[in-house]
């Protein structure tokens, strides 16, 4: 009975040992695993798949290199004019596979709360400084660009790979607002009014063309009552009015 129990319990040690020391290591898919020696980055770096190691010496931490999709709540910048925005967007970028050892040493883990989220924030602020809050509105296809490209020259040295960036939304103070909606309306009355006056040239303009045609057709006639004496155009008239009923009387 002793002799089953301690079996047992054996098993039960090496099998804790195995697990603290064991010698085998997987790295997922989508991963890269940096082999430390005694704590320090050797420049190994594994791709997926089950790896042997030293248990005493030796460790893998493992770097994700698939996409990370980042939201960025809310940055506060402000306009080349002062006012104030809410900026709301997103960030698609992964480490670069082949420099998963370097970010390891030079960062560590936390690269995203170290270097991305403060650089979005770098990007933002002068990005939207360059702009008055009109053309904030306006050019956001531009501004997003601008940002963009600003993260991938930036981000690239802290060997990350910026795949797309998105201004979600912008939103800026009541006042701003209230000032915008008042310009629209004064310029959409301004339209109206103008297209009103073109609308009344056009018809001046109608009536005139009829009145210029009215008095070339009565000058027209007044020239051929000279030029025949008159006799034919009272001729004419009297046959226009003439109803094609012959006198019963004479």
């Known amino acids: 009975m002793l002799k089953k129990v301690a079996t047992v319990f054996g098993i039960l040690i090496v099998g804790i040992l195995l697990f603290i020391f064991s010698p085998f290591?997987?790295?997922?898919?989508?991963?890269?695993?940096?082999?430390l020696n005694w704590g320090a980055v050797t420049g190994?770096?594994?791709?997926?798949?089950?790896?042997?190691?030293?248990?005493?010496?030796?460790s893998v931490i493992k770097m994700n290199v698939q996409t990370q999709k980042l939201e960025i709540?809310?940055?506060?910048a402000y306009s080349k004019d002062l006012?104030?925005?809410?900026?709301?967007?997103?960030?698609?970028?992964?480490?670069?596979?082949?420099?998963?050892?370097?970010l390891y040493q030079t960062i560590g883990v936390d690269y995203e709360s170290k270097v991305v989220l403060?650089?979005?924030?770098?990007?933002?602020?002068?990005?939207?400084?360059?702009?008055?809050?009109?053309e904030l509105l306006s050019k956001r296809a531009l501004v997003q660009s601008e940002i963009g490209e600003f993260l991938r020259t930036d981000l690239k040295s802290a060997n990350m790979i910026i795949e797309e960036y998105n201004l979600v939304n912008q939103?800026?103070?009541?006042?701003?607002?209230?000032?915008i909606e008042r310009k629209q309306i004064a310029e959409q009355d301004a339209l109206t009014?103008?297209?009103?006056?073109?609308?009344v040239q056009f018809e001046a303009a109608q009536r005139v063309a009829q009145a210029t045609a009215e008095a070339e057709a009565i000058k027209i006639q007044a020239q051929a009552i000279t030029q025949q004496g008159g006799?034919?155009?009272v001729q004419l008239k009297a046959v226009e009015k003439w109803d094609g009923k012959l006198p019963t009387q004479f």
């Open 25 to 35: 290591t997987i790295v997922s898919a989508g991963q890269r695993g940096v082999l």
């Open 44 to 58: 190994t770096v594994y791709g997926e798949g089950l790896r042997i190691i030293n248990p005493i010496s030796q």
């Open 73 to 76: 709540k809310k940055s506060e």
């Open 83 to 102: 006012q104030v925005i809410d900026v709301f967007s997103a960030l698609n970028y992964h480490i670069d596979p082949d420099k998963v050892a370097i």
């Open 118 to 134: 403060p650089r979005i924030e770098v990007g933002i602020k002068q990005v939207f400084a360059r702009y008055s809050a009109e």
């Open 171 to 179: 939103t800026f103070s009541s006042e701003f607002e209230a000032s």
């Open 193 to 199: 009014a103008k297209n009103k006056l073109q609308q």
């Open 231 to 233: 006799q034919n155009y």
